[in-house]
């Protein structure tokens, strides 16, 4: 078993939808969680970080994490064709250690 | 800000030769960087952890002698892919962890086709 499950899509929603990606993860020592969009053929960017659990939001985005059920998900509001990208979760027990990625989901916004 | 900055975007080079990519934190110290290699359609796979003035942190099954890490500054991390043939072909990204309230940042990655 992975230590970080992602569903790895493609997951294809209309223009405007509300889209929800989430993570599952083993390791409860995990406490900081980091939401990243890659477009193809670029450096990954960091779009949403969030330390234990709770919410965060971001403009269109929302970050919640549930260690209770080792838990991670992101919103996306008001989707547009210009997120489609590929999604990656991240975390890591202490901040500056190697983070552990999820497989990756690849959304596709269509107009 | 807590930018990385990554060069050069692509490179082809010929069987045998070595290719040398620079990362750079432009506007923090980066005590470590971290190299990552990654597949299409495939997630980052770490191969090293880099720390300024010691040596770097390989990954299982990553050839050391093969991809060379140098952090001699709080600012740059270069690494460098020796004698390479065509399996190393790859796209190479840095990333770096700026100050706790930030979030790990990551370089745009390096295209490499070995010919």
């Known amino acids: 078993q992975k230590e970080v499950e992602q569903d790895p899509g493609p997951l294809s929603v209309p223009e405007g939808a509300i889209v929800s990606l989430n993570c599952t993860y083993s390791?409860?020592?995990?406490?900081?969680f980091m939401w990243y969009r890659q477009y193809s053929r670029k450096g990954p960017e960091l779009l949403m970080y969030t330390y234990s659990s709770g919410n965060k939001e971001d403009g269109r985005f929302t970050a919640q994490v549930d260690k209770s059920s080792k838990y991670i998900s992101l919103f996306i509001r008001d989707s547009q064709p210009s997120d489609s990208a590929t999604y990656l979760c991240?975390?890591?027990?202490?901040?500056?250690?190697?983070?552990?990625f999820g497989a990756g989901t690849i959304l596709r916004v269509k107009s | 800000g807590a930018v990385v900055s990554q060069h050069p975007s692509w490179v082809i080079c010929k069987s045998g030769t070595s290719v040398k990519i620079e990362c750079r934190s432009l506007d923090f110290q980066a005590t470590t960087m971290f190299w990552y290699r990654q597949f299409p359609k495939q997630s980052l796979m770490l191969m090293a952890t880099s720390n300024e003035g010691s040596k770097a942190t390989y990954e299982q099954g990553v050839e050391k002698d093969k991809f060379l890490i140098n952090h001699a500054s709080l600012t740059l991390s270069t690494l460098t892919v020796t004698s390479a043939h065509p399996e190393d072909s790859s796209f190479y990204i840095c990333?770096?962890?700026?100050?706790?309230?930030?979030?790990?940042?990551f370089g745009s990655g390096t295209r490499l086709t070995v010919v």
């Open positions: 390791n409860s020592a995990f406490q900081y």
């Open positions: 990333s770096a962890s700026p100050v706790r309230t930030y979030g790990y940042t």
């Open positions: 991240a975390m890591t027990p202490e901040y500056g250690n190697k983070l552990v």
